[in-house]
């Protein structure tokens, strides 16, 4: 058995020599069993043959040389366009995915909510249609109810919240605008994720986010009084502070919301269940010199749901006081007579294609003659005239005035029974920023019409029948002043309501040769005629029966109407009668009217 190898003692200076460094210092230093790598190789390469190591080192020098071959042809070919694109987008893909899960965070903002801002630019992420899309994040720590606000000077913002429990919403498009969008109904606690593009491809800019805890709006009602406010509060939203409010209206029951400032001109957005609304209203701008601004809303609702009012200044950045108003423009109701009424094209009326409009409504009843006036020397009138249906209007008569006269009359025979509306309005539109209007009279008077043929009593073959023909009579006064008329007989009519009374109708025309002026009632008129027979006997007028147009008078003008006399008793024997018409002052005109009997 061979003796075991003896290990040879190293001195201690040439130990020392060859101890590590690390080994001499305060803290024990205990290498591993295992060999490190660099040792391993320098251990292989010595273990191989000078002829193996001679030929590992062409090799590595030939792959030198083809990978530097390489290197310069590919130096020397620059890469194609599409290269290039596709290296955009996977940096852009890449650069999307690093903001989408490190989206930018919103900070705590002055009014108690959140506020961030950024712009939609080219590098940004990319929808499949072209939309550059930003990425931002909040985290609210309560459980209270808020909105995402999105507002931009640069485009039309479009903005998505994913929540917590992984359900996105999208913007309300009842609070969408050019400017807005808004997605509303969150509830914390927990980060919502918050996605900002544009509505159109392509569009960039800068944009700004908010959170607003404000769930309920103040509400606008027509009960309302004159209401004071102060645009200045809160984060402006696209560089403009805004005030919102509920508006309750009921469909098709116009509005007017009339708004005053004397720190800024008042702009206004409503917005409705598809957004803005652009078609069913109108606005007005005005400024009494430079100390008060203001702005008319007129408005047409269709929903029976509130619209939301944005009150904000047409400048961005201004604050001040404002006030405002809601009122409606309603349908006046009447009650045909042969009663004059007044009114006035203007600011309280309302506002459409250019014109402004005021609506009366009334009733025509069965059997019914219905007489319509309208008369005007500040403007050319018109008038439309509606049969009210279930939710909406049927148009039955319509005159534009072309001719631009200064009155309009109209006696329809077959107006239906119904409920009308009648819209008086102007023949011309607005011309430079001014709307036509001024003072105007009207008049709507309801004919009663009487059985001209039948017999009083149809059971009764005996009973006296009526009669009616044409009787022509012509004659012409001057009054006291020195005005002259003409008037005209065209028929008479004798009939015997009830079997034991006689009724004399008279068709009358009336032509101002050179007055100018109101004409007198057709009450006051019928009332002061007289109508005799040829027998002496008398026939009491009947205002009330009698009926007839015309409000105001000018040279060539007529009005026509009917005039309605009222005797006791049956009388049949009626061969010739005398008609005194009035001209005032105790005047008349005699008219001898042969009946063809």
């Known amino acids: ?84 694109r596709a290296e955009a987008v996977a940096a852009r893909t890449a650069w999307a995915a690093a903001r989408r899960q490190a989206p930018t965070a ?50 039309r913002p479009d903005v998505s919240v994913l929540t917590p429990e992984g359900e996105r919403l999208g913007a309300s ?32 800019g800068a944009y700004e986010v908010v959170t607003t805890t404000r769930a309920v709006r103040d509400t606008l009602t027509f009960s309302d009084p004159l209401r004071a406010d102060t645009l200045g509060a809160g984060t402006p939203r696209a560089g403009r502070y ?7 209206a009921e469909p098709d029951r116009p509005v007017i919301l009339e708004v005053v400032s004397p720190a800024f001109r008042p702009r206004l957005t409503l917005l409705g269940p598809a957004g803005e609304i652009r078609q069913q209203r109108t606005l007005e701008r005005g400024a009494a010199g430079d100390s008060l601004y203001g702005v008319v809303l007129r408005f047409h609702p269709g929903w029976d749901l509130p ?63 219905t007489v319509l006036a309208v008369q005007s020397n500040d403007f050319a009138p018109a008038f439309r005239l509606w049969r009210e249906e279930t939710r ?36 011309e539109g607005a011309e430079g920023g001014v709307y036509p209007g001024g003072d105007y009279t009207l008049r709507v008077e309801s004919r009663v019409p009487v059985d001209l043929f039948g017999p009083a009593d149809p059971d009764d073959p005996d009973s006296p029948r009526g009669w009616t023909a044409p009787v022509r009579a012509s004659a012409s006064g001057t009054t006291e002043d020195g005005e002259t008329f003409a008037f005209d007989v065209s028929g008479v009519s004798v009939t015997y309501p009830g079997g034991d009374r006689t009724m004399i109708q008279v068709r009358i025309s009336v032509r101002s040769v050179d007055y100018t ?10 009332s002061q005629s007289t109508l005799m027979d040829m027998d002496g006997r008398s026939y009491r007028p009947s205002p009330g029966l009698s009926a007839g147009t015309g ?32 001209l005032g002052g105790g005047r008349t005109v005699p008219l001898r009217l042969d009946l063809p009997r």
């Open 1 to 84: 058995m061979p003796a075991p190898t003896e290990t040879p003692t190293v001195p201690s200076s040439e130990a020392a020599a060859e101890t590590p460094r690390a080994a001499r210092s305060p803290v024990a230093w205990r290498p591993t069993d295992e060999p490190t790598l660099g040792t391993g190789l320098r251990s292989g390469w010595r273990d191989l043959s000078v002829r193996v190591r001679l030929a590992m080192g062409a090799a590595l020098v030939l792959a030198l040389a083809l990978m530097t071959a390489g290197l310069w042809q590919e130096a020397a070919e620059p890469p194609s366009d599409s290269d290039v």
């Open 106 to 155: 919103l900070q705590p903002g002055p009014d108690g909510g959140f506020v961030g801002a950024g712009t939609l630019e080219p590098g940004d992420a990319e929808t499949g249609a072209g939309r550059y899309v930003d990425f931002l994040s909040v985290e609210p720590s309560d459980s209270s109810r808020f909105s995402v606000v999105v507002t931009s000077a640069a485009f």
């Open 173 to 204: 498009l009842l609070l969408g605008t050019d400017e807005r969008a808004e997605v509303v109904g969150l509830r914390g606690p927990g980060r919502f994720e918050i996605t900002v593009t544009s509505a159109e491809p392509g569009r960039t």
């Open 242 to 248: 805004e005030a919102a409010y509920a508006l309750l």
């Open 307 to 369: 619209y939301t009012l944005l009150v904000s200044s047409d400048a961005r950045g201004q604050t001040g006081p404002f006030a405002m108003e809601l009122r409606t423009v309603d349908a006046r109701d009447i009650t045909p007579s042969d009663r004059v009424l007044s009114g006035t094209l203007g600011q309280e009326s309302w506002l459409r294609d250019g014109r402004y409009v005021d609506a009366y409504r009334f009733r025509v009843r069965a059997n019914e003659e």
């Open 392 to 427: 909406g209007a049927e148009e039955v008569l319509s005159e534009l005035n072309r001719a631009e006269r200064a009155r309009i009359e109209v006696t329809p025979d077959d107006l239906e029974p119904g409920l009308y509306v009648l819209e008086v309005t102007s023949a």
């Open 517 to 526: 002026g109101p004409w007198a009632p057709w009450r006051r008129f019928a």
């Open 551 to 582: 409000v105001l008078a000018e040279p060539g003008a007529t009005r026509q109407g009917r005039l309605v006399f009222l005797a006791d008793g049956v009388r049949t024997d009626i061969r010739r009668l005398v008609l005194a018409a009035p």
